[in-house]
């Protein structure tokens, strides 16, 4: 644990050096590195381009895992496990061995390399993390709140809008939260499928390249892992919240 890390801790350390070389002793204490971000019309623009995109894979990959998620937890149909398997492949395949399928199908049905097939992209690989975390959401969920809801002569869709989505929702933000996280940190997928639209990440592979860039990737890469474990505690907290109503409201039912 300490050998994988300690060079992550190092790094805001480093960001706050007022040198450009990463060695101790340090040459002094400055926030120049953090201040020179905000003019770097390039990173903002990185920046909001992987905003963009953990937004919109967060949404997809949140909603498609919703509708899987309620399908395999309350059906038994031929092809359960099968289609599950599916989902969940992703996490078993080598990410770049995924990133390589889905350019070669990108180009050959004719698409131009931009932030939708970076969209596209990302959504399959954060849909079985979605996946996971609402499977957990509506397995202890209790259908006979449904079936109440459907004798009180509510519709299918007002009943799960009203009844079943109120009840996973902690579910339904830690995922948002998760598959949010997973896309602003991921690169390689970013890296074959962005063209000229760089997300955040492969911004920062390409200043890697420059010396004298390197607090400023510091700098950046301490704010990035400081978002990252925010919302990362905030998924966890919710994900807990939603195991002790589930577990509560079995209780209270029992």
């Not at 990108?106 to 131009?112: D, K, R």
Request: proline share 4%; with cysteine; aromatic share 10%.
């Amino acid at each position: 644990m300490v050998f994988l890390y300690l060079p992550i801790l190092l790094l805001p350390v480093f960001s706050f050096n007022n040198a450009a070389a990463t060695r101790f002793p340090l040459a002094g204490f400055t926030t120049k590195w953090y201040a020179s971000l905000w003019g770097n019309r390039e990173m903002l623009d990185a920046a909001l381009n992987s905003l963009i995109v953990g937004v919109c894979v967060s949404l997809l990959s949140t909603g498609l895992a919703i509708c899987a998620a309620r399908a395999v937890t309350r059906y038994r149909f031929r092809g359960r496990r099968a289609a599950t398997g599916l989902i969940m492949a992703p996490l078993f395949l080598p990410e770049i061995i995924v990133a390589v399928s889905l350019l070669m199908i990108i180009l050959q049905i004719g698409l131009e390399l931009s932030l939708a097939t970076v969209i596209l992209g990302q959504t399959v690989f954060c849909l079985p993390y979605s996946m996971s975390v609402l499977t957990a959401g509506f397995d202890g969920f209790d259908r006979s709140l449904e079936e109440a809801s459907l004798d009180l002569g509510e519709t299918a869709f007002g009943t799960f809008r009203r009844v079943t989505l109120p009840v996973v929702a902690p579910a339904v933000l830690s995922s948002l939260l998760v598959s949010f996280t997973i896309s602003l940190d991921e690169f390689l997928l970013a890296f074959f499928l962005s063209g000229t639209e760089p997300t955040l990440p492969v911004y920062i592979w390409g200043q890697l390249r420059f010396a004298a860039k390197l607090p400023g990737v510091l700098a950046l890469g301490s704010i990035m892992l400081l978002l990252s474990i925010l919302l990362l505690v905030a998924a966890e907290l919710l994900r807990r919240r939603a195991e002790r109503q589930v577990s509560s409201g079995g209780t209270l039912h029992a």
